[in-house]
Structures are given as structure tokens and as C-alpha cells.
């Protein structure tokens, strides 16, 4: 059994009838390179089953402790069916991009079965390329970022020459926690729960408005005073204190819908590296100064361009080297202003990399263990509605979100990957979206270019496609832009 840390458990406790807690990717595959030349839902289900032993997290079932006195656990699923989670599916013809995209949108916009592993896969034929996608969704409360990179470097090969492992060692069956055993540990999860509210408490305070909490009137002010309490204590003059960021109020920034837009794309990667030479930025700040131009567009065509900044979510990655093949989410979630206000695309991408800049300082100096500590001050047993009700401050009438959109852009292998023998093509992430939090564009780098994937609440954005001609635009504007003097 392995008992899931608070923060995974508040992408479960985000889900009701309207939002979910998963993640996933279309991986677009070549299956002429395969050795049959076929990529179909049993050829993934015997790679699979020839690699289950080296993923444990896609065998896991939840286990809720009674009335949810403490964190639930993972378990070993008894009766475990492959069959159940990977699904064959085919378009109708032409079978283009559009068609896969609404496809994909109605398979992410329903929940997952908990009473199963919290993963599915579709085989999906009928492209009009030839190629074949594979969606794959999994909760985000078995894995953030780098440990879903860590279980498809498991399922991809080098070479069109599938590898092969050494066989499993025979598996020493796990009997499923009885009543007794769960009820034990219940009663235990009360003091446990105070112990890790105490053991918190001076590592959250002076870092609360950097969390979740900084969204409900006075936390913020009462974690800038104090970190700078601590500060003085420490004598640390070198500490970064975040200025007081306020996200205005757009048509994405509401309560969601249950249904979904995603739409997806890809741009050169060396475009951006061209950019970024002449300039003297990083990648990624080409890659989120031109998530602001394209946001921007859209706002100007919808005519709701706000005078001040979006904020914008972007996730940080605190897991280590030694907790690597753990699984799970070591994550900070850092808000930086995204520079929309700014028409001008050079003086958007100073004012970008400055930003970045000024989160990177900031988040060297939170403990990584932040977000997982804050969430210790509520107790199990009202965890799921706190942390709704949390996410839900900004779309009240009166309230603010606490972040307009998330953008994530995500370093992946300069070569080709193969799955099954069949190459891998591109590779589009579907992220996550929550009320008062409507659009999320992430961007994977892969072989040469960025696989973008970009969800939105179908009722907030359908017009979501265009996005990706905006975030083309707005490339090009960089491009363009006559070289500083």
C-alpha cells in the first residue's frame, strides 16, 4: 500500500459533475515503420502486458479510508483487466485533424471509473495521414510532468526494433486491506492529521502567498508580513518577495461547463531558437512571450483586452534525482504576470524573460514541499469541498481568479521515438482545466518541434482553434521585429 500525499490528492478532490482531475496526450504514430506495419489497440495491450511489471502506477486502485479521516491509498488492483483500459477506436472519413480533436475533447471530458487503475488508452485509426493516434489519459493523482515521462520512456523504444526486458519476477499476491485494517488506520489518521499541520506551520507561513490560499481576503497580506518577519529573524536580505499580483476577470475565468474544446499544432523548435539568440532569452521565455501574443489576439477579437496583465499558472518541477520511479506529484505551482497589455512583441518579451527571471529566484527559495505542506491545514475529511471551494473564490461575483490560464512548456528528446516499432510523429499534451481557470496551453518540445495542445471549456472558447494561428502570429512578430540596436 502507498498513501497518496495531500497534494495528489487535491487533483482528486478538484473532480465533480463538470471538472476532472486527468491528463493525457495524443501520440501520433507512423505505423508503416512497425514490423506488420500496424499500430492496433492488441499490439498495444502485448506491450503492455510485456512492460506491466515496470510500470506499478497503471496497476494502483484507490482505497478511501473510512469517512476520510486520513489520506487515501493505493493498492494493487486484484482483478486488474487490461482490456477494460486500452479501447480501439477509428474516425470517419476524411478523418482530419478537427475530427480528432472533437473526438479527444468527448473522451477527456469524462471521468475516470475509481473503482479501477485511474487510466485509459485509445487506439484511434482512420486518419487520413495513415497514421495512427494513441490517446492516453491518467489522473493527475498517480503522476505530474516528469514522472508521466518517466512511464512513456518505459513505453518507447530508441530503434523500430522493440526491446525487450527481463521477464517478471513471480508476483507475490497482495490481499486487499480488510475493513479492520482500513478502520485502524482511519482512527489513526486523526492525531496524524494535527501532527502534520503543526509540523508545517512554520514552513507554509512565510511562503502563503505563493499558494492557493493567497485567493481568500487577507491571506496574502498576512503571508507578505510574514516572510518579511522572517526575513528579519534569519537576516535574510536577499529574499525575493513576490509583488501582489491581481488577475482580471475574462470569459475563460468562470465556472466551467462539463464539456471541453481542445484543438492542437505544432511549430519549429528552431524558430524559437532563432528568436531567442537574438535576444539573449531562453526558449522558454520565446515560448511563453508568444502564449501572451496569441492570448492577446483572442482577447482584442473578442474585445475584452484588460489594461493590467493576465496571470498565468505555470508548474515547477521540485522532485530530485533519488525520488525518481516514485511517482506522484512534487510540483510548485509560481503565477507570473503574462504581458498581454504590452502591443509591442519585443518590449512583451523583455518583460517576459524579467518575469521568469524574478520566478526562478523566487522559487529557489520555497521549500519544495510547499504546496503538499499547505494543503496539511485542512483536515482529510473536508479536504474535497475546501479545495472546490478554494478554486472556486474567482468565480464568484465579487471574487477575482486566482489565475487566468496555465501555460507549461515542456523539454522533450531531440530524437526519434518509436512505440511498438512504430514511429513516433508528434506528441500533444491534453492538460487539465478548473473553474475560474478555463484554458491551459502546453507545449512539448519533441524531435525538432513543439507539440502544442491547447484545452478550453467548450462554452468559454469555442473558437479555440484560432489560438493556434495566433501563437503562429505571434512568432512571427518576433521574428520580424526589427534586432535591438
Known amino acids: 500500500m502507498k498513501q497518496l500525499s495531500s497534494l495528489d490528492v487535491q487533483f482528486l478532490a478538484l473532480e465533480n459533475a463538470r471538472q476532472t482531475g486527468h491528463v493525457g496526450s495524443v501520440a501520433v504514430h507512423d505505423p508503416s515503420t512497425a514490423p506488420d506495419g500496424r499500430l492496433t489497440a492488441a499490439s498495444m495491450m502485448e506491450l503492455l502486458r510485456e512492460r506491466m511489471h515496470l510500470l506499478p502506477p497503471l496497476r494502483w486502485r484507490l482505497i478511501e479510508v473510512p469517512f476520510g479521516l486520513d489520506y487515501p491509498y493505493w493498492v494493487d488492483d486484484d482483478r486488474f483487466d487490461l482490456s477494460y483500459h486500452v479501447r480501439e477506436s477509428a474516425l470517419p472519413a476524411p478523418g482530419n485533424d478537427h475530427q480528432l480533436a472533437d473526438l479527444v475533447s468527448r473522451l477527456h471530458a469524462r471521468p475516470l471509473d475509481r473503482d479501477r487503475p485511474l487510466w485509459e488508452m485509445y487506439v484511434i485509426s482512420g486518419l487520413a495521414s495513415g497514421y495512427v493516434a494513441v490517446y492516453t489519459k491518467i489522473h493527475h493523482s498517480v503522476i505530474d510532468g516528469v514522472s508521466g515521462a518517466e512511464i512513456t520512456g518505459l513505453l518507447l523504444d530508441l530503434t523500430p526494433e522493440v526491446r525487450s526486458f527481463p521477464a517478471a519476477d513471480p508476483a507475490?499476491?497482495?490481499?486487499?486491506?480488510?475493513?479492520?485494517?482500513?478502520?485502524?488506520?482511519?482512527?489513526?489518521?486523526?492525531?496524524?492529521?494535527?501532527?502534520?499541520?503543526?509540523?508545517?506551520?512554520?514552513?507554509?507561513?512565510?511562503?502563503?502567498?505563493?499558494?492557493?490560499?493567497?485567493?481568500?481576503?487577507?491571506?496574502?497580506?498576512?503571508?507578505?508580513?510574514?516572510?518579511?518577519?522572517?526575513?528579519?529573524?534569519?537576516?535574510?536580505?536577499?529574499?525575493?518577495?513576490?509583488?501582489?499580483?491581481?488577475?482580471?476577470?475574462?470569459?475563460?475565468?468562470?465556472?466551467?461547463?462539463?464539456?471541453?474544446?481542445?484543438?492542437?499544432?505544432?511549430?519549429?523548435?528552431?524558430?524559437?531558437?532563432?528568436?531567442?539568440?537574438?535576444?539573449?532569452?531562453?526558449?522558454?521565455?520565446?515560448?511563453?512571450?508568444?502564449?501572451?501574443?496569441?492570448?492577446?489576439?483572442?482577447?482584442?477579437?473578442?474585445?475584452?483586452?484588460?489594461?493590467?496583465?493576465?496571470?498565468?499558472?505555470?508548474?515547477?518541477?521540485?522532485?530530485?534525482?533519488?525520488?525518481?520511479?516514485?511517482?506522484?506529484?512534487?510540483?510548485?505551482?509560481?503565477?507570473?504576470?503574462?504581458?498581454?497589455?504590452?502591443?509591442?512583441?519585443?518590449?512583451?518579451?523583455?518583460?517576459?524573460?524579467?518575469?521568469?527571471?524574478?520566478?526562478?529566484?523566487?522559487?529557489?527559495?520555497?521549500?519544495?514541499?510547499?504546496?503538499?505542506?499547505?494543503?496539511?491545514?485542512?483536515?482529510?475529511?473536508?479536504?474535497?469541498?475546501?479545495?472546490?471551494?478554494?478554486?472556486?473564490?474567482?468565480?464568484?461575483?465579487?471574487?477575482?481568479?486566482?489565475?487566468?490560464?496555465?501555460?507549461?512548456?515542456?523539454?522533450?528528446?531531440?530524437?526519434?521515438?518509436?512505440?511498438?516499432?512504430?514511429?513516433?510523429?508528434?506528441?500533444?499534451?491534453?492538460?487539465?482545466?478548473?473553474?475560474?481557470?478555463?484554458?491551459?496551453i502546453t507545449v512539448m518540445s519533441y524531435n525538432g518541434d513543439l507539440d502544442i495542445g491547447i484545452i478550453a471549456d467548450r462554452e468559454q472558447m469555442p473558437d479555440v482553434w484560432t489560438l493556434l494561428d495566433d501563437l503562429d502570429l505571434s512568432l512571427t512578430e518576433l521574428e520580424d521585429a526589427p534586432p535591438l540596436g
Open 172 to 440: 507475490v499476491p497482495h490481499p486487499r486491506p480488510g475493513n479492520a485494517q482500513m478502520w485502524g488506520r482511519a482512527l489513526l489518521g486523526l492525531p496524524r492529521a494535527q501532527m502534520r499541520m503543526l509540523r508545517s506551520l512554520p514552513r507554509v507561513l512565510p511562503h502563503l502567498e505563493e499558494t492557493t490560499l493567497a485567493g481568500v481576503p487577507g491571506v496574502g497580506r498576512l503571508g507578505r508580513l510574514t516572510g518579511r518577519l522572517d526575513a528579519l529573524v534569519r537576516g535574510d536580505d536577499d529574499r525575493v518577495i513576490r509583488a501582489a499580483m491581481t488577475a482580471p476577470k475574462t470569459s475563460f475565468n468562470q465556472k466551467l461547463s462539463p464539456h471541453r474544446r481542445f484543438a492542437f499544432g505544432r511549430l519549429e523548435l528552431d524558430r524559437f531558437k532563432a528568436v531567442k539568440r537574438v535576444y539573449g532569452v531562453t526558449v522558454n521565455d520565446v515560448v511563453v512571450a508568444v502564449c501572451a501574443g496569441a492570448v492577446r489576439r483572442w482577447l482584442l477579437d473578442h474585445k475584452e483586452l484588460p489594461d493590467e496583465p493576465l496571470i498565468a499558472q505555470i508548474p515547477v518541477s521540485v522532485r530530485t534525482s533519488e525520488q525518481a520511479g516514485t511517482y506522484g506529484n512534487r510540483i510548485l505551482i509560481m503565477a507570473v504576470p503574462l504581458h498581454t497589455e504590452m502591443p509591442d512583441p519585443v518590449a512583451r518579451l523583455k518583460a517576459t524573460a524579467s518575469a521568469l527571471a524574478e520566478m526562478k529566484d523566487r522559487h529557489q527559495a520555497l521549500p519544495a514541499d510547499l504546496l503538499t505542506d499547505v494543503n496539511h491545514f485542512i483536515p482529510p475529511a473536508l479536504f474535497s469541498r475546501a479545495a472546490r471551494a478554494l478554486f472556486s473564490l474567482g468565480t464568484s461575483a465579487v471574487g477575482r481568479p486566482t489565475w487566468n490560464l496555465a501555460v507549461s512548456n515542456v523539454p522533450g528528446p531531440q530524437l526519434p521515438l518509436y512505440c511498438g516499432g512504430a514511429r513516433l510523429v508528434a506528441n500533444y499534451p491534453v492538460s487539465v482545466i478548473v473553474d475560474g481557470m478555463g484554458l491551459n
